[in-house]
């Protein structure tokens, strides 16, 4: 996938975040591709990053159901050939509609038929909509493919669904709605080796985006390629209570995996939720409830894969 065009090619557009790239996203991924194999034209999707409101409300605290790099490999799932990542600045924002039209749309995409929601506001302070859109399509000769009211309530439902369900640790409903199980990526660092001491050796996953949305805290099961070779386990994200851990951690304990992945970065499916994180009286009443976390995780694999 390219994070741009490299050529002049005539595209059919569509502008959006993108977050979650779920159900929702899916099926004007789909529209977009059917458009583009009827009328010759490359199937593009515009973003931008960071998120705006990071950028217009300083809005730090916003957490995102996916990194750019876990959205770009999804994207390339569904078929898509272009991720076009506009950085979003203060600068940026201030664009003219017409001068977004014709410095991104025309002059960088070429675009030719751009499929947008209803309620879509681009340029200066989101100052003009579809039907402004349309005009410039007139003038500047590409056609505007209007999303209905319906899926647009779908899109925007869905990425705060699927945000909710996975801060309340739901991790079932939250892969319904993505069509997909949600993903963790990360590098695998070294920890303390507590893990190791009661046999659950653990790969800890560094996750550098700072924006990236961390289900609630508690124990799932989980499915990795590792090596081309599928992997199971279970994760525990949270603080180690029960050997006094004071700063979250993400720990996966991979089933028949004894391979070093030090410093390899993995991308980590989230099957399952088994329970919340909980403080154990001993070390040993921690080993015993992992006994139990395993046999429960390979009983759902089991029935599952």
């Given at each position: 996938?390219?994070?741009?065009?490299?050529?002049?090619?005539?595209?059919?557009?569509?502008?959006?975040?993108?977050?979650?790239?779920?159900?929702?996203?899916?099926?004007?991924?789909?529209?977009?591709?059917?458009?583009?194999?009827?009328?010759?034209?490359?199937?593009?999707?515009?973003?931008?990053?960071?998120?705006?409101?990071?950028?217009?409300?300083?809005?730090?605290?916003?957490?995102?159901?996916?990194?750019?790099?876990?959205?770009?490999?999804?994207?390339?799932?569904?078929?898509?050939?272009?991720?076009?990542?506009?950085?979003?600045?203060?600068?940026?924002?201030?664009?003219?509609?017409?001068?977004?039209?014709?410095?991104?749309?025309?002059?960088?995409?070429?675009?030719?038929?751009?499929?947008?929601?209803?309620?879509?506001?681009?340029?200066?302070?989101?100052?003009?909509?579809?039907?402004?859109?349309?005009?410039?399509?007139?003038?500047?000769?590409?056609?505007?493919?209007?999303?209905?009211?319906?899926?647009?309530?779908?899109?925007?439902?869905?990425?705060?669904?699927?945000?909710?369900?996975?801060?309340?640790?739901?991790?079932?409903?939250?892969?319904?709605?993505?069509?997909?199980?949600?993903?963790?990526?990360?590098?695998?660092?070294?920890?303390?080796?507590?893990?190791?001491?009661?046999?659950?050796?653990?790969?800890?996953?560094?996750?550098?985006?700072?924006?990236k949305l961390i289900p609630k805290r508690g124990v799932y099961v989980v499915k990795s390629i590792i090596d081309k070779k599928t992997v199971y386990g279970m994760m525990n994200i949270g603080i180690n209570p029960t050997v006094k851990g004071i700063s979250q951690t993400i720990e996966v304990n991979f089933f028949n995996f004894d391979d070093s992945i030090y410093n390899q970065k993995i991308t980590i499916e989230l099957l399952e939720r088994l329970r919340n994180e909980e403080k154990f009286k001993s070390?040993?009443?921690?080993?015993?409830?992992?006994?139990?976390?395993?046999?429960?995780?390979?009983?759902?694999?089991?029935?599952?894969?």
């Open positions: 996938m390219k994070r741009g065009l490299e050529k002049k090619i005539n595209t059919v557009v569509t502008i959006g975040t993108f977050d979650g790239v779920h159900i929702g996203h899916q099926k004007i991924i789909q529209r977009l591709i059917e458009v583009g194999n009827t009328k010759n034209l490359a199937p593009t999707i515009l973003t931008f990053f960071p998120h705006p409101r990071m950028v217009i409300q300083k809005d730090s605290n916003i957490k995102l159901i996916n990194t750019l790099n876990e959205k770009e490999q999804i994207l390339k799932q569904f078929g898509l050939e272009n991720l076009v990542v506009k950085e979003f600045t203060k600068e940026f924002s201030r664009l003219t509609a017409e001068e977004f039209v014709k410095t991104i749309l025309i002059k960088q995409l070429n675009a030719k038929h751009i499929i947008i929601g209803y309620d879509h506001h681009f340029g200066r302070n989101r100052s003009a909509n579809i039907e402004d859109l349309k005009a410039f399509g007139k003038q500047y000769h590409f056609e505007v493919e209007e999303i209905t009211a319906q899926d647009i309530n779908d899109v925007a439902v869905s990425s705060t669904k699927i945000r909710n369900a996975l801060l309340e640790g739901d991790i079932k409903m939250a892969n319904s709605y993505l069509g997909y199980p949600f993903i963790i990526s990360g590098t695998v660092v070294k920890g303390k080796g507590l893990g190791r001491t009661i046999d659950f050796p653990t790969a800890n996953i560094d996750i550098s985006e700072h924006y070390v040993n009443a921690l080993k015993e409830q992992l006994l139990k976390d395993k046999k429960t995780a390979l009983h759902f694999i089991n029935s599952h894969a």
